[in-house]
């Protein structure tokens, strides 16, 4: 190969979104072939590696936790277009779509990608080593957004069904937005320190001790690489998703599934930069990740979905089922007694793992 093909094939993270890019552009609201579904599935798996890719080169220059918010608000974002870009498309058969959504996000996020981190770094070095401090504020935040956004709709009366009228949709949606913009004052400004990875003994890591970091333009170019990945990722997902429907359908299984399905495709790129910072000992940056994305899920979806319900025809569901309220609040007792201590061993890391086994379950077998 000469040197060109080889300088070529490193800078497959630049040309590799814009290529996944031409392609939705091309695949958009078509009937594909097996042969060009599969095809999508290769630069949807290819999208997301180079969004984490171009995350951790911000993440880098801006350090923590700026970086692990950047990715979690970015991916967050295009993920609330999804959604109601699907349900707009079925009002009536896509009216829990954003329930199934979240509360799937917020299952992964706070059991799946907690879960694997905390197992990979305490195999790796024993205990996982975190700030209580943030991670507990993080958890308390998201368990609020929960239970305002998806498990109070169950109890109320104002409307028929697990729905929220229009009074309680807009205090949900008030009380979502500044519940994260609150959170996000106190990660980035008041109380940063919390949120910053720890060394073996418990002290403070403000920035990278292994590479110089990017510089600006490297940064900005990522910056912009990254959006255009996200946005191939979340269009390329909505390409596959008939395909998905139809293999749901025929499986037998719940429509409540594809929800799961969106969700795992979507929180792939957070999913694999945790799971890179816990392999070198910076769990805090997982947790950050994680947390973050669960409450972003929450506090960016739930107004977007009011917001939505102004033209939307259909209802908009957003009531958790009780077997779904019962692993919601199990993630969150589960979760509170894993981080008050700081410290982690392989168990809790199996406990959450577990948590999400059951939800998956239940999810194709109600």
């Known amino acids: 190969m000469s040197d060109r093909l080889r300088r070529f094939a490193r800078q497959w993270t630049v040309f590799l979104p814009a290529l996944a890019l031409l392609l939705l552009i091309g695949t958009w609201g078509r009937s594909l072939p097996a042969v060009l579904v599969a095809v999508v599935a290769v630069f949807l798996a290819g999208a997301v590696l180079a969004a984490v890719h171009h995350a951790e080169v911000i993440a880098h220059r801006v350090g923590e936790p700026f970086g692990s918010l950047v990715l979690a608000i970015a991916v967050t974002a295009i993920e609330v277009a999804l959604i109601v870009t699907l349900m707009a498309g079925g009002p009536v058969k896509n ?37 209580s401090e943030g991670t507990g504020a993080a958890l308390a935040t998201v368990a609020t957004l929960a239970t305002l956004s998806l498990v109070l709709p169950r109890f109320t009366t104002s409307a028929p069904g697990p729905q929220f009228n229009t009074t309680q949709l807009t205090f949900a949606a008030v009380a979502s937005v500044g519940l994260y913009g609150l959170f996000v004052l106190t990660q980035t400004v008041r109380h940063r320190d919390y949120f910053l990875p720890l060394t073996r003994a418990g002290e403070v890591i403000d920035g990278d001790d292994h590479a110089d970091p990017p510089s600006s333009r490297e940064a900005l170019t990522s910056l912009g690489l990254l959006g255009v990945a996200l946005v191939a990722v979340v269009g390329l997902a909505k390409v596959e998703s008939p395909t998905i429907e139809k293999g749901v359908a025929a499986a037998g299984l719940p429509a409540s599934v594809v929800g799961v399905v969106i969700a795992l495709l979507v929180l792939l790129p957070e999913t694999i930069a945790a799971v890179r910072a816990a392999r070198r000992d910076r769990v805090q940056t997982s947790l950050n990740l994680a947390l973050g994305s669960a409450m972003a899920s929450i506090g960016l979806t739930v107004p977007a979905v009011a917001i939505a319900s102004i033209w939307l025809s259909g209802p908009l569901v957003l009531g958790l089922d009780p077997t779904h309220m019962v692993l919601l609040a199990l993630t969150m007792i589960v979760g509170t007694l894993t981080v008050v201590p700081g410290r982690s061993t392989p168990l809790q890391g199996g406990v959450h793992l577990s948590i999400l086994a059951a939800y998956l379950v239940l999810a194709a077998n109600p």
Do not use: K, Q
């Open 95 to 131: 009216a829990t779509l954003a329930r199934d959504t979240v509360f799937a996000a917020v299952m992964i996020t706070c059991n799946g990608i907690v879960g694997v981190c905390l197992l990979v770094t305490s195999l790796r070095h024993r205990v996982a080593v975190y700030n």
